[in-house]
């Protein structure tokens, strides 16, 4: 090689070394609401490697997780617009966006998390029919944490008598309040982000949410008591903005349907094993852990009277029985 020949190829060399990797085709921004140490985020993980991979690298899934785009709810209203692209968020959070996702918060609707699931995936293609007309936004999948259960700093619940006078946070939908309401409480609703200050600060006495959020979210450092309402699994949905899914060619179109369903079916997997692990941990950071209250039959009772007056807040009573049928069917 003369001289000439070597400084060329040296050059080239260096334009390759200093060249970025080949751009992505399309951004993809996902927001959560919790911390990285919750399932939601490790499921989130999941979903971005099987989306760059399933798409070869042509969609490039950014992760912000923490409500740093905002909250559960104003980024639900920016997937309509189109301005981010994708979210995970707790049902009870979409659900005043759009109600159709509401048939999923019924209480007492699941004995168990396997009845959610089957519930959750026999109701994505139905969803899917209603929610872009309803909210400009499609599910991809469904996360799950199992029940939510009841957290406070007061006193052990184990009846109905013990709950009243509590100041419970609810997430902030009508179906929420209402149920607690059938409690006997007067329920404060309040966006994600400001329970663990509210707590703290003893504007509330309590809030609901799974096993494993307790962890994640620390919880056990300003609660003492835990019962297990088993009232309310906490389901989940990725959702995307239909005008940027509608933007897709039709193979990332399908990527993204298949990144979102084995997303999904890790970050049960994980919630199950981390859901067995926090109830341990939190034994041994001196919370009470209570189990079902004593009546559960009466909280049944009064929660469940409600299910005819939720239907104006859930799609309607045509869509209730459509899809009530649909997740009796497939729990069978
Ligand atoms: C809520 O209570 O608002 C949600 O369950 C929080 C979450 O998305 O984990």
């Known amino acids: 090689m003369n001289y000439l020949t070597k400084r060329l190829s040296t050059a080239a060399l260096a334009l390759l070394v200093a060249l970025p990797a080949a751009a992505a085709e399309y951004t993809m921004r996902l927001s959560h609401g919790d911390n990285e140490n919750n399932p939601t985020h490790k499921g989130a993980l999941k979903f971005e490697e099987l989306v760059e991979k399933y798409s070869d690298g042509r969609i490039d899934v950014q992760i ?14 920016a997937l309509r617009m189109g301005s981010i692209e994708s979210e995970i968020l707790y049902t009870g959070n979409l659900v005043p966006l759009a109600p159709s996702v509401g048939v999923m918060m019924l209480p007492y609707a699941f004995t168990s998390n396997e009845e959610a699931h089957a519930a959750m995936d026999a109701l994505k293609g139905p969803l899917n029919e209603r929610l872009p007309k309803e ?71 309590g809030q609901e949410n799974p096993y494993t ?41 399908a990527a993204l349907d298949k990144a979102g369903e084995e997303a999904a079916s890790y970050e049960r997997e994980v919630s199950a094993k981390e859901t067995a692990a926090a109830k341990e941990k939190l ?40 899809a009530t049928q649909i997740m009796n069917e497939a729990i069978g």
Do not use: C
């Open 213 to 253: 959020t307790a962890i994640s979210s620390k919880f056990y450092e300003v609660q003492k008591y835990i019962t297990e309402v088993h009232y309310l699994i906490w389901s989940g949905p990725i959702i995307v903005s239909d005008r940027f899914y509608q933007g897709l060619p039709e193979d990332l179109q």
């Open 64 to 77: 912000f997780p923490s409500n740093q785009l905002g909250s559960e709810q104003e980024v639900a209203q």
């Open 135 to 205: 909210a400009g936004v499609r599910v991809l999948g469904y996360f799950e944490k199992g029940f939510r259960v009841l957290t406070n700093g007061e006193r052990e619940v184990k009846t109905l008598e013990d709950l009243k006078g509590l100041k419970i946070r609810v997430s902030k939908n009508n179906i929420a309040i209402e149920t607690f309401k059938s409690w006997g409480l007067d329920p404060i609703p309040m966006a994600w982000a400001e329970v663990f200050p509210a707590l703290q600060q003893g504007v509330i006495d």
């Open 283 to 322: 034994v041994e950071l001196g919370m009470t852990l209570t189990g079902a209250p004593e009546d559960e039959e009466k909280w049944q009772e009064a929660a469940k009277a409600l299910w005819p007056s939720f239907a104006a807040d859930i799609g309607g009573e045509e869509w209730v029985n459509e």
